[in-house]
């Protein structure tokens, strides 16, 4: 009984540690930005694509930026992202972000988890 108990604890507390923290906001796109990885230091055809973009009520971000949120050209959903996006941004449409706190794409965004255009 006792390592019964003992294991139960240890699963219990085990099943909190990959635990992913999530923003969310619900707003107006308020910018927009497109880039490769690299941009900075040298020019790679093989570079991944990113598309960033700014949400309105997002709190700022890993590094104290904006409320930003990234998304990477190898990610499934990278264009119909990058649609959504800018369909809501020309159309004035509020767009519910949810999004994953830990910014390992981009120190200075958070990574994307869901999208969904509001009224």
């Known amino acids: 009984m006792k ?20 923003v969310e906001a619900t707003g107006k796109v308020t910018r927009m930005i497109t880039s490769t990885d690299n941009y900075t230091t040298a020019y790679d055809v093989t570079d991944r694509g990113t598309f960033i ?8 971000g890993c590094t104290g930026n904006p409320g930003r949120v990234i998304i990477t050209s190898d990610h499934k959903l990278y264009s119909t992202v990058v649609a959504m996006i800018v369909s809501a941004k020309s159309m ?15 120190p200075s965004a958070f990574d994307f988890g869901s999208l969904a255009i509001s009224e």
């Open 3 to 22: 390592y019964f108990l003992t294991m139960l604890v240890f699963l219990m507390s085990a099943s909190n540690a990959g635990a992913v923290e999530f």
């Open 53 to 60: 973009f700014e949400v309105e009520n997002l709190p700022n």
């Open 92 to 106: 004035d449409k509020n767009v519910y972000v949810l999004a994953l706190k830990p910014c390992s794409n981009n």
